[in-house]
Nanobody, 129 residues
Framework: QLQLVESGGGLVQPGGSLRLSCAAS????????IGWFRQAPGKEREGVSC???????????DYEDSVKGRFTISRDNAKSTAYLQMNSLKPEDTAVYYC???????????????????WGQGTQVTVSS
């Protein structure tokens, strides 16, 4: 059974850091594009970041503007796990964070939300003093 499981969420003060993990089971992530999304209360789910599968030996990442310079996406294919390092957290980063995976789609680097085949259950991140 193909499954993604997020972990690492929690309560953190503004300016703090968290690292989210997304562990895959039932398949290997090597060539999958991984995306991180979040959904705040009363808001639609939005894309935060994505990282491509291996392309010519390299991986490519992109970020939503509000998290650029603060969040870093990475992957460890040997562990079938992707990560989202979140620094300088702000109260507006509070949301449920989801990871998702899809085989390469071609075209844009970060697939649209409805193009992802596999989703995790989400992990809550709360930024508050």
């Amino acid at each position: 059974q193909l499954q993604l499981v997020e972990s690492g969420g929690g309560l953190v003060q503004p300016g703090g850091s968290l690292r989210l993990s997304c562990a895959a089971s039932g398949f290997t992530l090597d060539y999958y594009t991984i995306g991180w999304f979040r959904q705040a209360p009363g808001k639609e789910r939005e894309g935060v970041s994505c990282i491509s599968g291996r392309v010519g030996g390299a991986y490519y990442a992109d970020y939503e503007d509000s998290v650029k310079g603060r969040f870093t996406i990475s992957r460890d294919n040997a562990k079938s796990t992707a990560y989202l390092q979140m620094n300088s957290l702000k109260p507006e980063d509070t949301a449920v964070y989801y990871c998702a995976a899809t085989p390469p789609r071609g075209g844009r680097l970060c697939p649209l939300e409805n193009q992802y085949d596999y989703w995790g259950q989400g992990t809550q991140v709360t930024v508050s003093s």
